[in-house]
């Protein structure tokens, strides 16, 4: 897979606190997160303690966002990247855990995220010194190649002025004492789509309600109720039955979700 562009980026940016937490640093998540981007050699910074070029220009920098999709057995949890538009640039794949212990729950279910980064170095190019370059292109391992074919096999089966810091996870220091579900696809080959495909007859009708929307088929019956997030185009689906997401990719509506250990996806066909 390309990255190139990461290197449009000079920073990291890592929340002191991710939407997903009440607090501040929840879990240690904040500190482990950029604890990780400081071993891989990238410049990461905590969002607030700015040095002055980022100040200047907040498009030089790449923020992190943590989904996350968890219930009161398994952690899980994705790692996003949003420039200073908010477009999404890149996520992981999810990462999990099903440890009772809250700390070294995140913690294990961030490092499972972070496998999809193995391997990437960060080199910042300014778009200015990009003309007339190639794009540099980074080979991942073979773990995060393992999730694919894993991922594949499962559908086919149902049908980034650094603040001082310590170097252990536990006494990460910055200045203030303050700091869905996995999207990935299986690529389209000729004459198939990802998933199982959705029934043009199939057709679900989106209906505002209360932080986000309800899926009504032409019974009418409420199918799925959706709940809006950060990042455009993806909901989570707050079914009593079902824990999982409703994104967009290629112009179509996947639903992905977790039964009995193994992920799911289908495609929605959803009219708004």
Avoid at 77 to 104: H, M, P, V, W
């Amino acid at each position: 897979m390309a990255f190139a562009q990461f290197s449009d980026y000079k920073y990291i940016v890592v929340p002191k606190k991710f939407a997903a937490f009440k607090n501040e640093n929840q879990h240690a998540t904040s500190t482990l997160v950029k604890y990780l981007f400081d071993q891989q050699g990238f410049n990461v910074v905590y969002e607030g303690d700015f040095p002055d070029d980022l100040n200047r220009d907040r498009c030089l920098g790449l923020w992190v966002r943590l989904w996350d999709d968890s219930n009161l057995f398994v952690t899980r949890t994705t790692l996003a990247f949003e420039d200073c538009e908010n477009n999404l640039i890149f996520q992981t794949a999810q990462g999990r855990s099903k440890l009772k212990e809250y700390r070294a729950s995140y913690e294990e279910a961030i490092r499972g995220a972070f496998a999809s980064l193995k391997g990437m170095t960060h080199n910042y190019v300014p778009k200015e010194k990009k003309e007339g370059t190639d794009a540099v292109t980074l080979n991942f391992d073979n773990d995060v190649k393992s999730l694919e074919k894993e991922a594949a096999k499962d559908l086919e089966n149902k049908s980034s002025q650094v603040v001082e810091q310590k170097s252990t996870i536990e006494e990460q220091l910055y200045k203030s004492k303050e700091p869905v579900a996995s999207t990935m696809v299986k690529k389209d080959t000729a004459g198939s789509n990802t998933g199982k495909s959705a029934s043009k007859a199939d057709i679900l009708y989106a209906q505002p309600i209360e932080k986000g929307y309800q899926l009504v088929d032409t019974t009418p019956k409420v199918r799925y109720k959706l709940q809006k997030t950060s990042v455009p185009d993806v909901y989570l689906v707050v079914d009593d039955d079902k824990n999982g997401i409703v994104f967009k990719k290629d112009g179509k509506w996947f639903l992905q979700y977790e039964d009995d250990d193994q992920d799911v996806m289908k495609e929605l066909n959803i009219k708004f």
